[in-house]
């Protein structure tokens, strides 16, 4: 299928209703010039046992650094630790949005960016790159704790006419202020990136 419709509906808690019907159809040029770029994945994304190795462009002289936004809208770069063999982390901190999205670069240079080729790339999708600042724009990782509201049309209470709703949360649900640690694995030529939620700091007065 080259080309379709596709519906969507959105309620609103007030009682507005909207609907948008949108067309869309296959660019082939697009598809067969990203396919000659090579940037498409294939194969294993990651491989714990290793193989290969990675080309010289491709690994650091220094480190790793993760690149997010901050509060003001900024961005910022912060140095990953190695916790292990070729195992870099960085614990990030959920902000008041809801969510956080990040790149890695090589040796703190914003040109020499590692991504997931998607704008909201999830745990252990295929790590791209290193590409430029301007090839990496708009793909990033993102940590995602917000829940979505989602709507059935005609699945309201019994003897009722109406829509149900419920809130749906991703693996990553939780609130502002949560923690995760995200990793960077490398085994010979695979990498890979991934996150866990770290465990939240406990004062020592909520211990008494």
């Given at each position: 299928m080259s080309s379709c419709f596709c519906g969507v509906m959105a309620k609103g808690v007030g009682g507005s209703n909207a609907h948008a019907i949108i067309w869309g159809k296959i660019d082939r040029e697009s598809e067969s010039s990203f396919a000659r770029s090579g940037s498409r994945a294939r194969g294993l994304a990651f491989w714990p046992g290793g193989g290969g190795e990675l080309d010289a462009e491709s690994e650091p002289r220094r480190g790793y650094s993760i690149m997010f936004q901050t509060s003001t809208g900024g961005i910022q770069q912060a140095p990953m630790k190695e916790i292990d063999s070729d195992v870099f982390a960085y614990t990030l901190t959920v902000r008041e949005?809801?969510?956080?999205?990040?790149?890695?670069?090589?040796?703190?240079?914003?040109?020499?960016?590692l991504h997931p080729g998607v704008l909201m790339g999830m745990r252990d999708k295929p790590v791209?790159?290193?590409?430029?600042?301007?090839?990496?724009?708009?793909?990033?990782?993102?940590?995602?704790?917000?829940?979505?509201?989602?709507?059935?049309?005609?699945?309201?209470?019994?003897?009722?006419?109406?829509?149900?709703?419920?809130?749906?949360?991703?693996?990553?649900?939780?609130?502002?202020?949560?923690?995760?640690?995200?990793?960077?694995?490398?085994?010979?030529?695979?990498?890979?990136?991934?996150?866990?939620?770290?465990?939240?700091?406990?004062?020592?007065?909520?211990?008494?």
């Open positions: 949005t809801g969510i956080e999205r990040f790149q890695i670069c090589l040796d703190g240079n914003s040109d020499r960016v791209l790159g290193p590409d430029t600042q301007k090839e990496a724009a708009g793909k990033f990782w993102a940590i995602d704790t917000r829940a979505t509201y989602v709507v059935e049309p005609g699945r309201g209470m019994p003897g009722c006419q109406g829509n149900a709703s419920a809130s749906v949360f991703g693996p990553d649900a939780g609130q502002p202020g949560d923690r995760f640690q995200v990793q960077l694995m490398i085994s010979g030529k695979y990498r890979a990136v991934t996150w866990t939620k770290a465990e939240k700091e406990t004062s020592l007065l909520g211990r008494i």
